[in-house]
């Protein structure tokens, strides 16, 4: 194996190195200097640190190269117990640049040097640093990713309630990853949310939601299938959401989806739609003037009436993002055999207009 010269290892060195407040730069640097290397992965690839708000912290931030981050997916990433921005970063990364998504990554474990219960921010102060990172690219609304992993996912919930909580929330997420962690009942949010007095059962109401679950996962009540598929009914399901996306793998651990490539670049499928739908100028509440389809829910045979758009071609995607017809418009009114589709979620686009449709 071929030796790195002492100028090429001070070379490596000095792009680790970040100019941070001094809170900030002391969690940077005792997580750069974790041996796994995910720290120079995310440099090389040319992600960079910036210190949140009150200097306690930072985040990592990469996008595609040439990409303006207002215009480009984004997934906001929190990760587990211990874990750090950079790990949750590289972890993604493959993904991240094979399907054009930007990440913000943010540390939010006090580290080796604290203690319980203050060893991570909690979730007021979290939404905060994620406000302002968001802010700064002048991010739109409704158009990102939140992905949770663990810890982070125990918290998702909570991400969520207070993203969309008048006066507070700024609506950034239009799809949601709960990666390996119900929703923590001794969390003051959860018990206020679930208190026989609240009447608002409808915050996650029009947000997508995906979830993981590991068969082997050490903590099944918690973190595994039964917890998840308890957190999927219990609180995104009882407060209005719909999970279109829930990866039970009987064979994987509790890491089995951030350590499967695959999985992945199905969750950035999953989200890039809502995505699309607004900043690429495709209209989800199509008009009179676009197309109509009926009936739907559908089991055999979809109807499209359209005005306008003879010549165009209709595509449609399943929940995944994966291409799974497409057929061009040959009159006003078209008939879509949809037999052949397994049972689930399903987008057509035609012209500037997207309308979704349930296969029964």
């Known amino acids: 194996m071929k030796k790195l010269s002492l100028l090429s290892i001070l070379f490596l060195s000095a792009k680790l190195l970040a100019q941070l407040p001094p809170a ?17 992965v995310c440099i090389n690839a040319g992600a960079t640190a910036s210190a949140t708000a009150d200097g306690k912290t930072f985040y990592m931030k990469w996008f595609p190269s040439g990409a303006t981050p207002s215009l480009t997916p984004l997934m906001v990433g929190l990760h587990g117990s211990g874990g750090n921005a950079f790990l949750m970063m590289a972890k993604h990364l493959q993904s991240a640049q094979s399907q054009s998504v930007g990440m913000i990554c943010l540390q939010w474990y006090l580290g080796s040097s604290s203690s319980a219960p203050n060893d991570y921010f909690g979730d007021t102060t979290l939404y905060t640093y994620i406000d302002t990172a968001l802010k700064r690219i002048k991010y739109p609304k409704n158009k990102a990713l939140y992905h949770g992993f663990s810890r982070g996912s125990a918290r998702s919930y909570a991400i969520q309630f207070l993203d969309v909580y008048p006066g507070v929330g700024k609506n950034y997420f239009c799809t949601i990853m709960s990666n390996a962690g119900k929703p923590d009942s001794a969390y003051p949010f959860f018990q206020a949310v679930n208190s026989p007095t609240n009447t608002n059962h409808s915050f996650c109401k029009g947000k997508k939601w995906a979830m993981f679950c590991g068969g082997l996962d050490p903590n099944p009540g918690r973190d595994g299938c039964p917890g998840m598929n308890s957190a999927k009914t219990n609180w995104v399901q009882a407060n209005g959401g719909s999970v279109g996306l829930f990866i039970q793998d009987p064979n994987l651990a509790h890491t089995g989806f951030v350590d499967t490539p695959t999985y992945i670049d199905s969750l950035f499928k999953f989200y890039k739609p809502c995505f699309q739908s607004g900043v690429q100028g495709l209209n989800e509440n199509h008009s009179e003037h676009e197309f109509k389809i009926f009936p739907n829910p ?33 009159g006003a009114e078209t008939t879509i055999d949809v037999s052949e589709f397994q049972k689930g979620i399903y987008f057509i686009e035609l012209g500037r207009s997207r309308a979704k449709f349930v296969r029964d």
Request: charge should be neutral; include cysteine.
């Open 24 to 40: 900030a730069q002391a969690l940077y640097n005792e997580f750069a200097s974790i041996p796994s290397q995910s720290a120079q």
């Open 298 to 330: 559908v089991q055999d045979h979809l109807n499209l009436s359209t005005k306008n758009l003879k010549g165009e071609t209709l595509t449609i995607y399943d929940c995944l993002g994966v291409l799974r017809k497409q057929i061009k418009i040959e």
